[in-house]
């Protein structure tokens, strides 16, 4: 089996790049019925989701905008609770459209319901949520709707396609898990 070092921690391979790629393609398919002739906004959170996100609209045939947000609670390899938004959006571009959250793994929920309500502010058409990873065991988001998902996982901490450990992995491919 594949694996990778990052730092102090190994990594196995969980999903490879050619099933990423599958169903990316398939989210993207359902965006495209679900948004037809209607103005979107794919708001990507940073840094995970930008792997992902530029996947994503390469794939939509829709009429898209691309738009960014850096928001994160995560410190090591654990959520900390404490929401850090270091970029903001601008509320006025999102006025009106259909915003398409494009994230890269809902965790417990805490961070994505609280940009959810920040977003809610901006009065959008409405809000969608695109994850490709989602752990539903850790999922408290009582509030919270994913409405496209790539993969449910297990309660392990991923790296690679965008996302990192203290910053390393973001280049891979594929989707690696700690062993």
Avoid: W
Avoid at 45 to 68: E, P, T
Avoid at 95 to 103: C, P, T
């Amino acid at each position: 089996m594949k694996k990778i070092n990052l730092s102090d921690k190994e990594f196995s391979l969980f999903i490879p790049s050619s099933d990423i790629r599958l169903t990316v393609k398939r989210m993207a398919e359902r965006i495209n019925v679900d948004y037809a002739g209607k103005e979107v906004v794919l708001l990507v959170v940073m840094n995970g989701a930008m792997i992902f996100a530029s996947d994503l609209i390469r794939k939509l045939k829709i009429s898209a905008r691309i738009s960014c947000v850096k928001i994160s609670s995560y410190q090591g390899m654990h959520s900390s609770g404490n929401i850090s938004q270091e970029i903001e959006f601008d509320r006025e571009a999102l006025r009106g459209k259909h915003v398409i959250v494009a994230e890269d793994i809902v965790d417990s929920g805490v961070t994505m319901e609280y940009l959810v309500r920040e977003l809610k502010m901006a009065r959008p058409s409405s809000i969608a949520i695109a994850t490709l990873l989602s752990k539903p065991l850790s999922f408290t988001g009582q509030s919270l709707k994913l409405h496209y998902v790539g993969y449910e996982i297990p309660n392990c901490f991923v790296v690679g396609y965008g996302m990192d450990y203290n910053g390393l992995g973001r280049q891979y491919e594929d989707i690696y898990k700690t062993t």
